[in-house]
C-alpha cells in the first residue's frame, strides 16, 4: 500500500515538474520537485528499499531532464546520506530541521551543477553561472519544501488510513 502511495506521489510531482510548472512565469524557474519527495522519504522511511527508490527517482528524472546524466541521482543520493547523518543525531520531525534540510538540498543540487561546469570546462564559466537563480531557488525551496512535505505527509497518513479502513471493510464482507 505504501509503495502505490509512493508511486502515484512520484508521478503526480513528475508531471507536476516537466508540464504544469514550466507553463506558469513565476515557477519557471522552480527548484527540483523531487526534493519533497527525497525528504519525505527520508523522514517516512528508513528501510533499504528508500534507497533503491530514490536511484530509481534519480534514474527516471535524469531521464527526463537535460542535465548531464547522474545529476539528479547524485544529488538525491547526498540528501538522502545527510539526511540520515543528521537524523541520528536531531529529532527527525522538528520543523528547523525541515527548514535547514530544505534549503541545503538545493544548494546540494546546485553545489553538483556548478562542480560539474567547472570540471567540464575552463571554471571561468563557474564565474559566469546566473547566482541569482540559486538564491532564488533557495528561497523557493525555504518556502515551499517544508509545507510540501507535510503535505505529503497528511496525504500519505490519508491513504494509509482510508487502505486500512477499506482491508477491514473487505475483511467483514468476507468473514460475514
Not at 540528501?79 to 522538528?94: A, D, E, G, N
Request: some cysteine; overall charge positive; glycine content about 6%.
Amino acid at each position: 500500500m505504501s509503495a502505490l502511495f509512493f508511486i502515484f506521489f512520484t508521478v503526480f510531482l513528475i508531471v507536476v515538474q516537466t508540464i504544469i510548472l514550466p507553463g506558469l512565469p513565476f515557477f519557471m524557474q522552480c527548484f527540483d520537485l523531487m526534493i519533497i519527495n527525497v525528504l519525505f522519504l527520508c523522514l517516512v522511511s528508513t528501510r533499504y528499499t528508500t534507497v533503491l527508490s530514490i536511484v530509481v527517482i534519480g534514474v527516471v528524472m535524469d531521464s527526463l531532464s537535460g542535465v548531464p546524466f547522474f545529476y539528479h541521482l547524485f544529488s538525491y543520493l547526498w540528501i538522502y546520506i545527510l539526511v540520515y547523518l543528521v537524523r541520528q543525531v536531531l529529532f527527525q520531525r522538528s520543523m528547523v530541521f525541515v527548514l535547514v534540510i530544505s534549503m541545503v538540498s538545493v544548494l546540494i543540487q546546485h553545489g553538483l551543477l556548478l562542480f560539474s561546469i567547472f570540471v567540464r570546462t575552463s571554471g571561468q564559466e563557474v564565474l559566469e553561472f546566473d547566482f541569482s537563480l540559486l538564491i532564488l531557488q533557495v528561497i523557493l525551496g525555504f518556502v515551499f519544501i517544508p509545507p510540501g512535505v507535510w503535505l505529503a505527509s497528511a496525504m500519505y497518513r490519508l491513504w494509509m488510513k482510508t487502505g486500512q479502513a477499506f482491508r477491514q471493510k473487505v475483511l467483514k464482507a468476507r468473514h460475514g
